[in-house]
């Protein structure tokens, strides 16, 4: 459908101000968002009704309404409950506004890297040099950072020449673990738990006693055992007794996400509550690397 430009204008500005509010909108809300004569709004409300894209609510309270046919017009598509992907300007999240698309439009040139961001909201909140950032997405997680560079008021879209993008798969974890667990024995030294380190050329690995994992040791620790002379001590007196697991089936996000928010560089990882295997900050580098 062909809309003019005052038209598209006052349909997004109408969907923006319906999710702002959560009520019908007034033509007079809509003619300040938009900067235009209440009397212009009015007459072409006139058009947009007879077109099926707005419906009118009488009454004290009333309004108007977008309906489905104005969403799929401005190539939006109406959802009962969507994801909140946010989008960020200067360091601030941006309220009243949602990331409904991202184009990458440069993909084949060879010094830039520009994505089109197509938002549910006022593009006129963003100036050009503002630094923007878009998401994290519901699925892939995906997170973009940049500058903007433009604008299109029309269609609610801003250009951003990106500067950095962040993926993490929605595999779960198990797809990413090394299944050889390692552990060392409760029953050893500081000195035998750095030989098995070495040994299997890993940073880290889980205390077992009697066949339960009661805490997680790492170079770490036992550097710092080695420099007061406690290389002959009991594994356990230096180990961390806070062991840190995800179950296999959580996706690889949440792992980041908990390794983080506890400062570990590793997490133990459980099937039906039982140790499977490990997975580290390495082992979630080295998969997203790819070239």
Do not use: W
């Not at 598209?8 to 938009?34: P, Q």
């Not at 909201?121 to 519901?138: C, E, H, L, Y």
């Not at 560089?265 to 900050?281: A, F, N, S």
Request: glycine share 8%; charged share 25%; aromatic share 4%.
């Amino acid at each position: 459908m062909e809309l003019t430009v005052i038209q598209r204008e006052i349909l997004s500005a109408l969907i923006n101000l319906f999710r702002e509010k959560g009520r019908a909108v007034k033509g007079e809300e809509i003619s300040e968002r938009i900067d235009r004569n209440p009397g212009t709004v009015r007459n072409q409300m006139q058009s947009l009704k007879a077109l099926g894209l707005v419906e009118g609510v009488p009454g004290p309270k009333g309004g108007y309404k977008a309906t489905s046919t104005a969403y799929e017009a401005l190539n939006l598509t109406p959802m009962e409950k969507e994801a909140d992907v946010a989008i960020y300007r200067n360091g601030e999240r941006v309220q009243n506004a949602n990331v409904a698309e991202i184009d990458l439009n440069t993909v084949r040139h060879p010094e830039l890297c520009r994505a089109s961001v197509k938002i549910i909201g006022d593009a006129r909140m963003f100036n050009i040099g503002d630094s923007i950032q878009v998401g994290p997405t519901p699925v892939n997680k995906l997170v973009i950072r940049g500058e903007v560079v433009g604008r299109d008021d029309i269609n609610s879209i801003i250009l951003c020449s990106i500067n950095e993008m962040i993926s993490i798969p929605k595999k779960p974890v198990r797809d990413y673990i090394n299944h050889r667990l390692i552990t060392i024995p409760s029953t050893a030294t500081v000195k035998d738990a750095l030989i098995v380190l070495a040994k299997n050329d890993i940073h880290g690995a889980p205390v077992e006693k009697d066949g339960n994992v009661i805490g997680m040791v790492t170079y770490t620790d036992i550097g710092r055992a080695i420099s007061i002379d406690k290389a002959n001590d009991s594994v356990t007196d230096i180990m961390s007794p806070n062991v840190i697991s995800i179950d296999q089936e959580r996706p690889m996000y949440e792992a980041v996400a908990i390794m983080n928010k506890n400062k570990v560089g590793r997490l133990l990882v459980t099937e039906d509550g039982k140790p499977k295997g490990m997975i580290t900050r390495m082992d979630v580098i080295s998969r997203l690397t790819t070239y």
